[in-house]
């Protein structure tokens, strides 16, 4: 088992990074990395690593790839539609990557017959639906309104993590239907807001946080690639100096970060996650105005 204590200082400088850099970019007026550093290595290497930090703190929690990385890649100066089909893309590869070493590690079981299993599938069944909805409305609105729905989207959800557990309900079906759908919209408009919405909803109506953590990435997996293919049909492109190094860098991540399910505890995890999407969607919508 690789040491606890080295995955929570890798989890630590994660956040410290990604929280820095946020700060930094956002007080910088008009600055673009994509410009800065071209289409070289440099490019490259500072994109994978910002894929390897956003999918450790998503493989171990179950939200904050696509809620993380796409307000960064807003603010460094990419497009939304560059951004979201690339991460579609590395979410699709590291999402279905950490949802069977999830199981392997057991921290859920996605065995035929089991509940959770069930879970996964309704949950990739109405991906569907939101994924096709949100694309077609993502495509016919100007960029600046896109942005300005991810910025008042994660700050949103930010509130959700942290209040959600004053209005825990019972578990049930329509209730993980309705999580599904809502969480396949955000993500196939603005790339990120899947995991935070399903993994916490389900966390809400009864189902155990690492159970919860495995079907999310697993069922995010599958959401993307319906996502990325309605992307292909409508756009034609997808842009590979943005796709490829954030793929490498999320599925590289992946295998520390399911352990570290193990070892730390959910609570502190989630009230992070929910603290650092609210700064996100701030830094967005100032950044926007």
């Not at 399911?258 to 959910?266: G, R, Y």
Request: glycine share 12%; charged share 10%; aromatic share 8%.
């Amino acid at each position: 088992m690789p040491d606890p204590q080295l995955l929570r200082r890798i989890w630590t400088v994660c956040l410290v990074v990604v929280g820095t850099a946020l700060i930094a970019l956002t007080l910088t007026r008009d600055f673009s990395l994509a410009a800065g550093l071209g289409r070289g290595s440099a490019l490259f290497f500072s994109l994978a690593l910002l894929a390897f930090f956003c999918e450790f703190v998503d493989s171990s929690l179950g939200m904050g790839y696509g809620t993380t990385l796409t307000p960064i890649l807003l603010i460094v100066g990419f497009s939304p539609l560059e951004i979201v089909p690339a991460v579609l893309f590395s979410e699709l590869i590291s999402g279905l990557s950490a949802g069977l070493m999830h199981h392997r590690l057991g921290n859920v079981d996605l065995g035929r017959g089991s509940r959770a299993r069930r879970i996964t599938t309704i949950l990739a069944g109405c991906s569907v639906l939101g994924a096709v909805t949100s694309v077609v409305v993502a495509v016919s609105l100007p960029n600046s309104l896109v942005k300005l729905y991810i910025g008042v989207m994660i700050l949103g959800i930010g509130l959700f993590i942290l209040i959600g557990r004053h209005v825990a309900g019972s578990f049930s079906w329509p209730k993980i239907i309705g999580l599904g759908t809502l969480a396949a919209f955000n993500k196939g408009i603005s790339g990120g807001g899947y995991g935070p919405l399903v993994t916490g909803g389900q966390v809400l109506v009864g189902v155990p946080e690492k159970q919860a953590v495995g079907i999310t990435s697993f069922a995010e997996g599958v959401m993307c690639l319906v996502g990325l293919a309605l992307y292909l049909v409508l756009e034609g492109a997808l842009a590979w100096y943005l796709a490829a190094p954030l793929a490498l860098g999320a599925i590289v991540s992946v295998p520390a970060a399911t352990w570290t399910v193990k070892i730390l505890p959910e609570k502190l995890l989630r009230q992070s996650i929910g603290y650092a999407t609210i700064f996100l969607g701030t830094l967005t919508i100032i950044k926007l105005l």
